[in-house]
Every structure is written in C-alpha cells, then in structure tokens.
C-alpha cells in the first residue's frame, strides 16, 4: 500500500494536499493528513491543467495586432487571436509601456490587478507585477477588496486598524471555553470558510463550531437564508429582510439603553462618543426612536423577538458576529459601525469569548488559533504614482477620465486610462453590471493579462501571456493567518510554453533595462531561500522558532506551535487601555468618529446611523419584486476552476442554479430545475430554478463565478446564459466614505424562459498559429 505522505505537497487558498503523479500526469490530490475537513475544490485541477481551455503559449488578439492602438474593433470576448513567440511578445508588451508612459504618463498604466492567483508566497502574481511596475516608474492603484471594503475604511476610523481586528477576533478555543451566545449578522456560511487567503493547512471554523455547539453555546441566525448558520447548530432563524440588519441592531441597542443594560462604565474608559449615538438612537436629534418596534417595521420580523434576543445578549457572555457579506451593499460601512458600539455597550468587548468578530465563517482565518508572527513578502518597492481608485470603481474610472470623486473625505480624480495590465484574479467575475464594464473594457487602447485558462479576461485582452498553475512551481505558503508552513513542489512541468509570472515579467524587464532592480539577480530558488530567511528571523523575534531552510525542505511542512494563552486584537486594549490604545485619534473606540466628523462636505453621519436603501424607494419594487442575493460559491474559489470537474458537477443543465422559495416559484409558474430569467434595467442572466423552503419569500439567491457568457439583448443590455449574477448588480459605491462594492443591494424580476441556448463559456477563441 502506497504511503500518501511520500507524495509532495501543494496549497491553495482552499487547503493543503498531496499530489500523486504517474506519467507525467496528475492522478489525485489526497487531502493533507492533519487537516479535518479538506475542501473539494482542488479535484477541479485534475481535468483543467492541460485541456482544450489552457493557454500554451504567448497569444495577441488579432484585430489589435492588425490595427492602431485604440482603434482596433472592441473587446467583445470573440475574437480571434494569434500565436507569437515569447520574444515577439515581449517586445510588444514593452513597446506598449514605452509608448504609454512616455505618451500619457505612468499614471495612465492602471496596474489594481485584484489578486488571488495563488497561495505562494513568492507567486503572488499581483505582488510580481505592482513591483516589475514600480521599476517603470509606477502605476495607478487600487485600494481595498472587494470582500469587505466598506469594512476595512470604517474599522480604521472606529478601531484604527482593519486588517488586524478582522483577522484576529476571539479565536475559537475562546469562544468554545466562554460564549454562552453568538448572533451571527448575516450568517456564518460554512462553506466561505473552505478558504484562507495565502491558505491552510487546518480547516478549523466547521470543526470549531461543533464543538461550541457541544459545550453549549447557542446560535442566533439573523439572515434571510436558513443554512447561513448550518442546520445542526439549532440556530433561533430571525429572517429578516436582506439590508435591515443595521435597524435589527439599532433596535437592540435602544432596548439596551432604555432597560440600563448597557455598561456605562465600560463606554467611560474604553469609548468616545457615545453621547451623541444616545441621542440619535432615542429620537433626541431627529424625533425618531430607534424602538424593537421601529426596527421591526424595517426588518420585517417581531419586535417581541428583537427585544427577547436584548436581554438574552445582556444575560450571558455574548459574541455578535457580522458576515462581509454586508458590508457589500448600500452603506455598508454601517454594520461593522453598529455591531461594535453594540458589543461597546454590553461592555464585553476583549474578555474571552465576549466582544464583535468581523466575519466568523467568511474565512478560516477568522477565529483561526495561531501565533501572530508577520512573515516576509516579496518587496514591492515605492509607487511613484500617486493616483488610485477605490477597488470596485474600475468602469468608472474607465468610462470617466478626469473626473472627480469622493473618497474616505478626500476628493480625487479618475486617471486617463490607456493599458491596463492584469495578473491574478478577473474583473468579469469580481465587478458588477457587466454591461457597463463592458462598455468601459472598450476605453483603454491595450490590455495586457497573465492568464492560464481562456476565461473572459483572458478572451477580452489584446495580450496574452499563459502563466503556469501552483502545480508547475515551486513555492512557500507562509502566511501570519495560518500556523502551518508548507514547501510547495512542482508536481508537473509547465505545460506548453507556460512561464511562472516572475519569468514573464523578468523577460519583460530584460527589454526595458530594469531586470537588474527586478530580480536582484536572484534565481527562483534563491527568492525562496530568501523570504524563508526573513520570515525565520521575523519568527524568531517572535519566539517562534522555525527550522533551517534545508531542513524544512526535507520535511515539506512545519507546523508552529499553538499560543499559551489565546490572544485577540481588542486583549492588550481590554487589558490595558493608555499602555496599548488604539490607532484611532481617541486612542479608543470610536462610536462617534471624530474624524469623519471633521470631514468638510461629508454626507455620512459620524456615529452609527440607518440610511434606507435607495432601491427600497419608490415604485421600482413593484417592477422587481425579488431581493438577490449573490453570495460566495461553495464549489470553487470566485470564477478559478469554474471550468474544472467540481464545479461542472454542481451546475444544473449546464448553468448556475438560482434558489427560490416555492411559494413564489409556484406564483410564477416556476418547477425545480426550470430555466429562468433574472433580468432588470441593468441585463439578464439566466439560471435554473431549485425551491428552496429556507428562503425568506421575495429573495432569491444566486452564487457568483460562473464564466461570463454574454450575448446581446434587444435594448442594448447583455444576458448571461451561464449564470453569471453580475449582469444585474448594481454598479454603485457604498457612500464616498469607501465607495465599496454594493452587489447585495438588488432588485429583479424572473421569468420562466422556454428556450435553452447553448451556453459557450468553455468553448476557447479560434487561434491562428
């Protein structure tokens, strides 16, 4: 019998596994040994590395080849591309770059190139190319995720530092050993938590929270989906209305402050700003009472249940936790805002088990026991480039060069946009209402990506370069949010003439005569050897103690040691508030924020407030009588493997699903597995129906990442017939606090669609060799 632990070891942003080779080929991935719930999703590589939908070798589109730049017909994802040598299109690319930045500037490169393409800690595809960039005189960037945007502005201004409270809430042992409640914001879908940016070699948030449930801990769901807390967790199931969770929480706190539930002096030493909260949420400032009643009206759940789940967060060592998800909708700065003032007010904010986590469940990181140890990153160097856009701002940028727009209390201007240059992740499955990307996909006169599969990116660029999968490099996942430490070994040649991005873009820089500052004159191997050093000295300061290089080779993983005592990010501050304050103007938590406060012009209150949502308003829900819902996919990482065999497998008649709530599929005539259409102003998509009876009615929900497949509808609007949801998101910011993404505030209509084109999201574009 055949030892798996002979087999090398890879990672992705899903999990560690151990690959078996015969022939030259992949055979299995076997789940690494000391994880106790691998994900699926890497089985999607078995059937993807090397087949009819892999780029094997340097490709330009060839209306662009034939024509001038900007003039060339649009990127439609149709056309037709060319075989060139690596040479030739290394020549191209730095010809483009020349010509751009001597023309128009460097600030005319838009270089945002969302990220996750690999696990690596050396290819890291976004982290190769904003430092090749920078060697070039710089680029215009993008700033925060799309994930949680929203989440990430305002926690700077509440607690001072997003990254850190997010990724390091009470850890799990904690909560098992001391939380008598959690109420989950949003949920805690388990199956975000198959993923780990940087990755994981320990799925720990499905095993944790079985282990809560049998020490006793109860759950609360406050969610319009049932299984966003899973079934056998016995969650209370509030379903509220999608976009009324900050009402939900208003509404607690006011029965809070009106029983004298609320730890004044906790407020007193560890707050500012409260007074000015109270005031707004009795009615004091604008003669509303923010009421259980008031609230329930919002939510469309009982007062009676609002007020109950008070005192029940009073009567026991409370943990509120707010899913990412809703932080992507209008105002999304709002729910983080409230659920710390919340936890503020309970006063249990930093005691084991007690306090605000920013999204249990929508990473493995989150909650994940570890010790806090910063690694060493590939240096990026200084962008000379001042100009950037907020990260879901890329059609606007595109489409409206030159003009202003608000941001974190700022005001900026949209670059003149003429390359953009893409490496690691997609814009056509991140980005919403495709149509208007699209559109502004038209603007600039070149795009340059780094793709290994004929995606919609890859089909919508000018420039092709195929970069090799994980399984074709060596590399190391050492993240801070992990405590393991894997040497991730090439299973497989490249396959074609696929190069590692560090390759292509040393190529690159040997034309433009920066190869020098690129590369250092190190090697691959010599990057990796270097990294590991730093983050063994990185370690060391913090009495972790890694192997030698060579002799954690040999092995292929180490595993640090789990922490004494678990530690969160609030634990210093609780302990100790004038040795360890905040990075906040306060040196506290800020409910009311004295810097928002002071921004001139600003249309966002400083303390936690309810902002209606604009599509709530007027007649337009009586056109678009359902809320969608497009949550994360549990069968692939965003749009990545898509093409692969587990996702294909989980696809009803070929397309995504679109879960609905019988009453209403019954309403429209609508049976399982019927082909529909979601459709409003913005385009159409269509999916196939499944009842699901753990729905609130009037939503539906779609999962992201099905590859675009986009035809033309009459009105000039596009319908996807894969299934792609973002043909109908919306397309806005969240406040020009963060202008983050807002795809959970939408409206549709569905019909029953009676016909059942071919879809072609993995048919590849004809080439020309």
């Not at 930045?101 to 393409?117: D, E, P, V």
């Amino acid at each position: 019998m055949v030892d798996r632990k002979e087999f090398p070891l890879t990672a992705a942003h899903w999990g560690v596994y151990r690959t078996e080779v015969v022939d030259g080929h992949i055979k299995a991935f076997h789940p690494f040994e000391r994880d106790p719930a691998p994900s699926p999703i890497m089985q999607g590589y078995l059937d993807t590395t090397d087949n009819p939908l892999r780029i094997k070798a340097p490709m330009v589109r060839k209306a662009w080849l034939e024509g001038a730049r900007g003039d060339a017909p649009e990127r439609n994802g149709n056309d037709t591309f060319v075989k060139v040598s690596w040479d030739q299109a290394e020549e191209l690319v730095a010809e483009e770059l020349d010509r751009v930045r001597a023309t128009h500037g460097n600030q005319a490169i838009f270089g945002g190139s969302y990220g996750w393409a690999s696990a690596g800690r050396f290819h890291h595809a976004q982290s190769q190319l904003h430092r090749f960039l920078n060697c070039i005189g710089g680029y215009t960037r993008s700033v925060n995720s799309y994930s949680l945007a929203a989440g990430e502005v305002i926690l700077s201004h509440i607690v001072g530092d997003a990254a850190s409270f997010i990724h390091a809430p009470p850890p799990w042992q904690s909560v098992i050993d001391h939380t008598g409640l959690i109420v989950a914001f949003g949920g805690m879908a388990v199956r975000n938590s198959q993923i780990s940016a940087g990755g994981t070699g320990h799925h720990r948030t499905e095993e944790a929270l079985r282990q809560a449930r049998d020490a006793g801990v109860q759950f609360v769901n406050i969610s319009p989906v049932r299984n966003d807390v899973e079934d056998d967790l016995g969650a209370l199931w509030l379903p509220a209305r999608p976009g009324s969770d900050v009402a939900i929480m208003l509404g607690l706190a006011h029965e809070i402050l009106r029983n004298g539930w609320h730890d004044q002096s906790f407020l007193e030493a560890y707050t500012c700003g409260f007074a000015p909260f109270a005031a707004y949420l009795t009615g004091e400032t604008d003669g509303i009472a923010k009421t259980p009643q008031w609230a329930a009206e919002i939510a469309q759940v009982s007062a009676q249940d609002i007020a109950a789940l008070a005192r029940r967060m009073v009567e026991t060592r409370t943990m509120i936790t707010v899913s990412w998800s809703l932080t992507r909708q209008e105002h999304g700065e709002q729910p983080f805002w409230i659920a710390t003032t919340l936890a503020a007010m309970l006063g249990q904010i930093g005691l084991p088990g007690g306090g605000v986590a920013y999204g249990y469940g929508a990473s493995n990181s989150v909650g994940n026991e570890r010790r806090n140890v910063r690694y060493a990153a590939l240096p990026q160097f200084k962008n000379p480039v001042e100009s950037f856009i907020p990260v879901a701002r890329i059609s606007d940028m595109l489409l409206n060069p030159g003009a202003e727009f608000r941001f974190n209390g700022e005001t900026h201007t949209y670059p003149d946009t003429r390359l953009v240059y893409w490496a690691g992740g997609n814009p056509f499955h991140h980005h919403q209402d495709l149509t208007r990307l699209c559109a502004a996909w038209q603007k600039p006169e070149t795009v340059i990506v780094h793709e290994w599969c004929w995606n919609a990116l890859a089909k919508r660029a000018d420039i092709v370069l195929p970069c090799t999968t994980p399984l074709e490099r060596d590399d190391l996942m050492i993240t801070p949010r992990d405590r393991f430490i894997i040497a991730m070994k090439a299973a497989i040649p490249p396959v074609g003439e696929a190069r590692n991005d560090h390759d292509i873009l040393r190529g690159i820089s040997r034309k433009l005569g920066v190869d020098a500052q690129f590369s250092e004159g190190r090697s691959t191997d010599d990057w990796l050897k270097h990294l590991y050093q730093q983050s063994r000295d990185c370690a060391q300061e913090a009495a972790v103690m890694l192997p030698p290089y060579e002799a954690f080779l040999e092995t292929g993983v180490f595993e640090t040691d789990m922490p004494d005592t678990p530690w969160d990010a609030f634990t210093a501050f609780r302990n100790a508030p004038d040795q360890a304050p905040l990075k906040t103007p306060s040196g506290k938590i800020e409910i009311t924020s004295q810097t928002i406060e002071s921004f001139a012009g600003a249309q966002i209150s400083p303390h936690p407030t309810w902002y209606e949502p604009e599509e709530w308003l007027g007649a337009a829900t009586d056109a678009l009588p359902f809320h969608l819902i497009s949550g994360q996919p549990a069968d692939k990482l965003h749009a990545q493997l898509d093409h692969g065999r587990i996702s294909r497998m989980a696809k009803l008649n070929g397309r995504a699903s679109l879960g609905i709530h019988p009453a209403d599929a019954s309403r429209l005539g609508i049976s399982n597995y019927d082909c529909v259409r979601v459709y409003n102003a913005r385009g159409a998509c269509l999916a196939t129906a499944v009842l699901e009876p753990g729905l609130l009615r009037g939503v539906v929900r779609m999962s992201t990442g099905a590859w675009l497949d986009a035809i033309e509808q009459g009105d000039g609007t596009l319908m996807c017939r894969h299934g792609n949801p973002n043909l109908v998101t919306r397309d806005a910011g969240t406040s020009e606090l963060a202008q983050g993404p807002v795809a959970h505030s939408c409206l549709v209509a569905l019909e029953p669609y009676e016909a059942d084109p071919t879809v072609e999201a993995f048919v590849p574009p004809i080439i020309q060799t």
